[in-house]
């Protein structure tokens, strides 16, 4: 069964600096990972999605995949207060329902 | 963009009691999910379906049934409700892609308490 955790819990950044978001998992055979967000306990909106090593840009949204790692990361450039919610991790095998993590609840200062 | 509604939006039930929460997507996609949200678990996947008339189990059964009589709609059933399924319900749909699945479509979720 596909396990994905995500680090940290928690996050604090003051507005503008780069906010850094990780997610690990343990099937090999994955190939299709998403970032969701969620603000207060509301529907969950897609960021960006990545099926191959390296990165994916969606605006101010980066995500950088490493397989052989099992890594996946979610890296926010210039966050605002209106970023703050929780980001959810998704990770898929072929052809398979998603598995998400735990989430990590950012906050950004003024 | 995608609409998936789920009803009721808050529900109140009675320890062995019956409850039935309700999806409906009109984007005609083959692949809808139902997950639990709890503080500390994320979203954890209970039962899934690839369409009409079928429905597959996921992570966290054990407890809930689900129905798919259509493509648009998909339920989930507590024939006996306990109070450690007190949680918030969301329903997704997705359209299944050649190698993979597509991004998923949430619902604003449902909020169950069972006292």
């Known amino acids: 069964q596909q396990k994905v955790q995500q680090s940290p819990e928690s996050l604090t950044v003051s507005e503008g600096a780069m906010a850094s978001l990780n997610c690990t998992f343990s099937?090999?055979?994955?190939?299709?990972f998403r970032w969701y967000r969620q603000h207060s306990a509301k529907g969950l909106e897609v960021l960006v999605s990545?099926?191959?090593?390296g990165e994916k840009e969606e605006g101010r949204f980066t995500a950088h995949l490493n397989r052989a790692n099992l890594h996946v990361s979610l890296h926010i450039r210039e966050p605002q207060p209106s970023d703050s919610a929780v980001y959810l991790c998704?990770?898929?095998?072929?052809?398979?329902?998603?598995?998400f993590g735990a989430g990590t609840k950012l906050s950004v200062k003024p | 963009e995608a609409a998936v509604t789920q009803s009721p939006r808050n529900k109140v039930a009675v320890t062995g009691g019956k409850v039935t929460l309700s999806c409906n997507q009109t984007?005609?996609?083959?692949?809808m999910y139902w997950y639990r949200q709890d503080t500390g678990h994320g979203l954890r996947l209970i039962h899934y379906?690839?369409?009409?008339?079928?429905?597959e189990k996921g992570d966290i059964p054990d407890g809930y049934k689900a129905s798919r009589p259509s493509q648009e709609n998909f339920s989930l059933i507590l024939e006996l409700a306990t109070p450690s399924q007190t949680s918030v319900y969301f329903c997704?749909?997705?359209?299944?892609?050649?190698?993979?699945?597509?991004?998923?479509?949430f619902g604003h979720g449902t909020k169950l308490s069972v006292l």
């Open positions: 984007n005609n996609h083959n692949n």
């Open positions: 099937d090999g055979t994955s190939n299709n």
């Open positions: 379906s690839y369409g009409a008339g079928s429905t």
């Open positions: 998704a990770v898929s095998i072929p052809n398979n329902a998603p598995r």
């Open positions: 990545i099926f191959s090593d």
């Open positions: 997704a749909s997705g359209r299944q892609g050649l190698f993979s699945n597509e991004r998923l479509f």
